[in-house]
């Protein structure tokens, strides 16, 4: 049963922008923090965003931060994913995740996953 489906990958130039989307399913959107992962090839998975129940609370990696916005709309259980001035070193897939644990940037406090979607970025 499918619950976190994502879309809008694809390949850009460095510097250019790409939105992410992940549709939800409702019983996950209604009672899980939402967030992003993403892992390049021989590399671990790392966080790269997260958004509360609300929307009123949005964590980021270091990395990211100033470049991604993440937010939330409730109407359409989607969160959206905005990547902007993106670098090569973004390059990866990207994994929308639901979990409990507020503000966490760890994994396994995620339980609910999508199956990814690829951004590459070129230089």
């Known amino acids: 049963q499918v619950q976190l489906v994502e879309s809008g990958g694809g390949l850009v130039q460095a510097g250019g922008s790409l939105r992410l989307s992940c549709a939800a399913d409702?019983?996950?959107?209604?009672?899980?923090?939402l967030g992003w992962f993403r892992q390049a090839p021989g590399k671990e998975r790392e966080f790269v965003s997260g958004?509360?129940?609300?929307?009123?609370?949005?964590w980021y990696a270091d990395s990211v931060k100033g470049r991604f916005t993440l937010s939330r709309d409730d109407a359409k259980n989607t969160v959206y994913l905005q990547m902007n001035s993106l670098k090569p070193e973004d390059t990866a897939v990207y994994y929308c995740?639901?979990?409990?644990?507020?503000?966490?940037?760890?994994?396994?406090?995620?339980?609910?996953w999508g199956q990814g979607t690829q951004v590459t970025v070129s230089s």
């Open positions: 409702r019983r996950i959107a209604l009672s899980y923090n």
């Open positions: 995740a639901g979990g409990a644990r507020l503000l966490s940037t760890t994994a396994v406090d995620y339980v609910y």
């Open positions: 958004i509360d129940l609300s929307g009123g609370r949005i």
